[in-house]
């Protein structure tokens, strides 16, 4: 999901102009409690329907369609995709999946394998031409590396690759009828085509009716393969912040919540009628060095200096920030792996850093930045800098407190680094951390967030040379080596330790350093459905969980 990225990054896109708190305290014909209709809020802002044409889509389309396999069904024996099975040959290269058998589209007609051979197909014949779809979340990217998709019958489809590689059950494009999509042309599918409900698909809930800013509203899919869900359909509110949502909850007026902040989530929590909850999530808060060399670099050299970085790692109090700028919804930070990617997860405890101010300085003294007696350091050209820090809140993610920036800026004052803030919203953000050769770049420190899969490829691309999520502009040979290595790995136990290195060669160079594994809070009323998800994940963040099986009470 590039909520940065292209993981998932997506899901929560760009805030939208007004709140649409007025249309929920205005409707009548959404309006009412316990009459079977779920109604949700999050602070998310889609503008089309069409998923080859933005990444702002994810919710709410992530309902109506389904991934192949994605991250859910491999997580969860319980939340399979488009494909009920599927498994891969000796070769490595050959990958068969099991359609399920009987399936249907929301319209009726019949779902197969060739429906899913013709988004792939439909998606691979657009490559290298003027209207390639790059743009959205269905796109192009991994294909280069397919040999072949092919539906061998109704239930059977057969991807090859060129190389080895687990794109085929980690690649998050959502499957879309043949027979809907087979007469776009490219160019409008990447732009003018809006896919206006109703939309056809095979998730539980079925789009049929979209209000931009405003909602979208669902109806069950009686075709839905596991039987039609027991609710009477559902509407998803989109909002701008999480006050609304909030207010919602108290007032009945929404069912389910997510993206609270912590004040919301601990008043909330005294309500009786609601339930409160905690999610790991994929997100990473960062702390990043712009290494750039040559244009877009930062005022000073010293950036480019992993020496400079290590040692401002020290000064950097991971447990402070959770528990002071959080209160205490985070995990404290580490490696680049965050812990919700339970198969590659390490807390690098053997090379960990420890905060200490004193140590941060006496590293800085060894490498050459001084203190000339003024309280502030001079760089190796014995020329005084300041630091000016961005920060702000990428689409697609949850909000990084500003206590966390204010935090970062005293402790790196207090040895001699001085540092100026500067706050962003999300499109100026985006301009300045674009690569430098489109006008990005320039700025020294960022705080900001990364959210990609828990898939191996994704969680690295923050440090391959060239990727627009590299936010540091960093460049390191055996990372980009390792990194190539694990695109064309598919065992987990070597996947884990091609992982591991590259997360140690990060964690060593510091162009980043991981400030925290933040927890998105969520709250639900109790009272007219049953069936959410446990207190750590009440809904999933990569599919449609739980809202395929809740039920009235």
């Avoid at 828990?454 to 440090?463: A, C, Q, V």
């Avoid at 927890?519 to 446990?534: D, I, P, T």
Wanted: net charge negative.
């Amino acid at each position: 999901m590039e909520k940065w990225q292209l993981s998932r990054r997506a899901a929560l896109k760009a805030m939208l102009a007004g709140s649409a708190a007025p249309f929920i305290m205005r409707s009548t014909a959404f309006a009412g409690s316990c009459d079977a209709v779920v109604r949700i809020g999050a602070i998310v802002a889609p503008s089309t329907m069409n998923p080859f044409a933005t990444w702002g889509s994810f919710w709410p389309t992530v309902f109506t369609y389904d991934f192949l396999v994605s991250v859910d069904a491999q997580r969860h024996s319980d939340r399979k995709g488009f494909a009920k099975e599927w498994s891969v040959a000796d070769d490595q290269l050959t990958w068969t999946f099991k359609i399920w058998p009987g399936m249907k589209w929301s319209d009726g007609q019949p779902a197969t394998a060739r429906d899913v051979a013709f988004t792939f197909n439909y998606l691979k014949g657009s490559m290298g031409k003027p209207d390639e779809l790059n743009a959205g979340w269905n796109n192009t990217e991994g294909l280069d590396n397919v040999q072949s998709i092919t539906a061998l019958d109704d239930e059977t489809l057969q991807i090859v690759t060129k190389t080895p590689s687990r794109w085929p059950i980690d690649k998050w494009t959502m499957i879309v009828p043949e027979h809907i999509w087979k007469d776009i042309s490219y160019a409008d599918a990447r732009s003018t085509f809006r896919n206006d409900p109703p939309l056809v698909g095979t998730g539980p809930m079925i789009i049929a009716e979209f209000q931009q800013g405003q909602f979208a509203r669902f109806t069950p899919n009686k075709y839905f393969r596991t039987g039609q869900p027991k609710t009477s359909g559902m509407v998803f509110n989109f909002f701008t912040s999480a006050d609304p949502i909030a207010q919602g909850l108290k007032s009945g007026s929404l069912d389910y919540g997510v993206g609270l902040t912590t004040a919301q989530w601990e008043n909330l929590a005294k309500d009786p009628e609601i339930e409160v909850g905690q999610s790991g999530i994929e997100q990473r808060d960062i702390l990043a060095f712009n290494t750039a060399i040559g244009k877009g670099a930062g005022s000073t050299k010293a950036l480019q200096d992993p020496a400079f970085r290590d040692a401002i790692g020290y000064a950097i109090d991971q447990k402070a920030i959770v528990d002071r700028a959080y209160r205490g919804h985070a995990v404290p930070g580490a490696g680049i792996v965050m812990p919700v990617a339970t198969d590659f997860y390490s807390d690098l405890s053997d090379i960990r850093r420890h905060f200490d101010l004193k140590e941060a300085a006496r590293r800085l003294d060894a490498a050459g930045y001084q203190d000339n007696g003024d309280g502030l350091r001079e760089d190796k050209d014995g020329k005084s800098f300041q630091l000016e820090l961005i920060t702000g809140t990428s689409s697609g993610t949850y909000e990084t407190p500003l206590a966390a920036v204010q935090l970062i800026a005293g402790w790196l004052g207090e040895i001699g680094i001085p540092v100026s803030v500067t706050q962003l919203d999300a499109g100026a953000l985006e301009d300045r951390v674009s690569a430098p050769a489109k006008g990005g770049g320039g700025w020294d420190l960022l705080v900001g967030q990364s959210w990609p899969s828990p898939n191996p490829p994704d969680i690295l691309k923050i440090g391959k040379s060239g990727d627009r999520q590299n936010r540091a502009y960093w460049t390191n040979e055996k990372f980009d080596k390792l990194f190539s290595e694990v695109q064309a790995t598919v065992d987990t136990k070597k996947l884990q330790e091609q992982v591991d290195q590259a997360a140690r060669i990060i964690y060593k160079e510091a162009p980043y350093i991981v400030l925290t594994y933040p927890l998105v809070l969520e709250a639900h009323r109790k009272n007219c459905f049953v069936g959410w998800g446990s207190n750590g994940e009440m809904m999933s963040q990569w599919s449609y969980f739980p809202f395929d099986r809740l039920t009235p009470p």
